[in-house]
């Protein structure tokens, strides 16, 4: 017996129920793909972490290579040039640097107990008195305070002490991961070679650029010449990023540095070795710098001077970058907004797993921005 013809109310709750299926199925794929090329980048990362670098220092090489050869060198000559000159100069800037950042790495290390009891101690002296000038904005203490003026059940002091008691446990993972690290023979193999792919990066950069058209899987047609419209782009977007954001890391790593020695806060040459990797991330890499700066001062000084000191050293250097540093290096080139890249790491570093998640979803950043300016956001050219 044949059953009858499904009702409309019916047949749009069919289709609605295939229509949620199918996006769930979507969305279970796109998680797979997610979690997969996460999987993917955590074993191919011995190898992938020396291309990226190869790549970034051939882009800050790049222009000083040509300018050797419009001197009428040959194009093996002026990259062995460079090399050279970039060799010497970042042996030199290691050589002074580098002993005096790991002793402050192992005195920091051996001092994050100390510092994280004395954290603790200074938050509950500024609970209990704080300073003159903060007293005629808050309100009268509680009536249930105990003797020495802190609050029983005080959020900020339980926060402090969930903090400074959770600071040990992080100063041991983050030593842990470093000497796991350091001890990859693949990473170390991955470094040497290093030199040879940014030497063949600059050798074959030419052809590279005008002969990757070729080995597109395409037909030469208009959709053929849309999408090396569109890759194209994207290579302009990210050569202005690191090529620019490499060098502004760098001025902001010295003045950093130069900063936190005037006003006397220890481990300065720490601070601003980790400011080069860390500022390559707009606001957000300053923003850890000036905080984890805050901090020792606080711990350091037990004052407020010198954590004022920090703020204005913050300042100044944020200052110089915004209205001198940036303006130089990167011109009137447009890259990617600072929010965009924010997001980009952040979202790449919590779905692909690890920091090399993150550097990699800024070339994926980049290609979203030129399809939607492309396609969405601005009518298609003519």
């Not at 704080?130 to 007293?135: C, G, H, K, M, Y």
């Not at 991955?190 to 940014?198: D, E, K, N, R």
Request: with cysteine; proline share 6%; aromatic share 10%.
């Amino acid at each position: 017996m044949s059953l009858p013809p499904p009702t409309e109310k019916q047949a749009r709750l069919f289709w609605f129920a295939l229509t949620g299926l199918a996006l769930a199925t979507v969305i279970a794929l796109i998680v797979a793909a997610v979690w997969g090329l996460g999987r993917v980048l955590d074993l191919l990362s011995p190898v992938l972490w020396p291309l990226a670098i190869a790549g970034v220092i051939a882009c800050l090489l790049s222009p000083v290579v040509d300018f050797f050869e419009r001197k009428k060198l040959s194009r093996s000559r002026a990259i062995l040039l460079v090399f050279v000159v970039a060799c010497a100069v970042l042996l030199g800037v290691l050589a002074s640097v580098i002993p005096q950042v790991v002793v402050e790495t192992e005195q920091l290390a051996a001092k994050v107990p100390e510092y994280s009891a004395r954290l603790q101690t200074r938050v509950n002296e500024f609970i209990a008195q704080p300073p003159e000038f903060l007293r005629r904005f808050l309100p009268p203490p509680p009536a249930g305070t105990d003797t020495d003026g802190t609050p029983e059940n005080s959020a900020l002091a339980s926060a402090t002490h969930w903090l400074t008691g959770s600071l040990p446990d992080l100063g041991a993972w983050l030593l842990n991961r470093i000497a796991k690290v350091a001890s990859g023979f693949g990473l170390l193999a991955g470094l040497a070679l290093i030199p040879v792919y940014a030497f063949y990066f600059l050798l074959e950069k030419r052809g590279i650029e005008t002969r990757w058209k070729d080995y597109l899987p395409l037909r030469d047609s208009r959709e053929k010449e849309e999408v090396v419209f569109v890759l194209e782009s994207i290579q302009q977007y990210l050569v202005a990023f690191f090529r620019g954001q490499v060098l502004v890391a760098l001025c902001d790593a010295v003045l950093y540095t130069i900063g936190f020695l005037i006003i006397g806060v220890n481990y300065a040459f720490l601070l601003g070795f980790a400011a080069v990797f860390l500022t390559m991330i707009p606001f957000l890499g300053a923003i850890v710098i000036c905080i984890t700066a805050l901090t020792l001062a606080f711990v350091q000084y037990g004052d407020w001077p010198h954590p004022a000191l920090v703020l204005l050293v913050f300042g100044v250097v944020q200052s110089l970058e915004g209205l001198f540093i940036s303006p130089k290096i990167m011109g009137d080139r447009v890259g990617l907004h600072p929010l965009a890249i924010i997001i980009a790491v952040m979202t790449g570093t919590t779905l692909l797993g690890g920091l090399l998640g993150g550097v990699l979803a800024i070339p994926l950043a980049a290609a979203l921005r030129v399809l939607m300016f492309r396609y969405v956001w601005k009518k298609r050219d003519a």
